[in-house]
């Protein structure tokens, strides 16, 4: 898999994280390696206030990454 060489710490997710340039870029990745991943694999891209860069995800909606991280 290509993953991208530059990977970030984002303070949203408090771990490293895959970064993109732009959603293109992001969605480009998805694309090209969707059959490399092991179980769930990315199906969409979004934006990260945190790092201020594209990240991917295998969920399908934000609300179910919000109830992931609330307190």
Not at 25 to 40: C, H, L, S, W, Y
Request: overall charge positive; some cysteine.
């Amino acid at each position: 898999m290509a993953k991208p060489k530059h990977r970030v710490y984002c303070p949203i997710a408090m771990r490293p994280k895959m970064v993109f340039e732009t959603e293109q870029k992001a969605m480009r990745f998805i694309e090209m390696n969707a059959d490399q991943f092991k179980g769930t694999a990315p199906i969409r891209a979004y934006f990260c206030k945190g790092c201020g860069g594209w990240h991917v995800t295998h969920r399908k909606r934000w609300e179910e990454i919000r109830k992931r991280t609330a307190d």
